[in-house]
């Protein structure tokens, strides 16, 4: 049986592995690709952009203005 993990603990692993992936050359990059996909699920390209992103950057901004509707 599969379980899944939580947003919250593959956002913490993300970031628990963010500064080795980032250090890593390319053969070693593809090894904790590999490993951080097996762990959590994600497709390939959307891993890459995790751990390439900064770590403080926020995915979604409220919306600032109200809306016009009646």
């Known amino acids: 049986?599969?379980?899944?993990?939580?947003?919250t603990a593959r956002a913490e692993l993300a970031d628990?592995?963010?500064p080795r992936y980032s250090a890593a050359e390319a053969k070693e990059k593809r090894k904790i690709l590999e490993q951080?996909?097996?762990?959590?699920?994600y497709h390939e390209k959307?891993?890459?952009?995790?751990?390439?992103?900064?770590?403080?950057?926020?995915?979604?901004?409220?919306?600032?203005r109200r809306s016009l509707y009646d």
């Open 36 to 41: 951080f996909i097996a762990a959590t699920g």
């Open 46 to 64: 959307s891993a890459i952009r995790i751990l390439n992103r900064n770590p403080g950057l926020k995915l979604r901004q409220s919306r600032q």
């Open 1 to 7: 049986m599969h379980k899944r993990m939580t947003a």
């Open 16 to 18: 628990a592995i963010r």
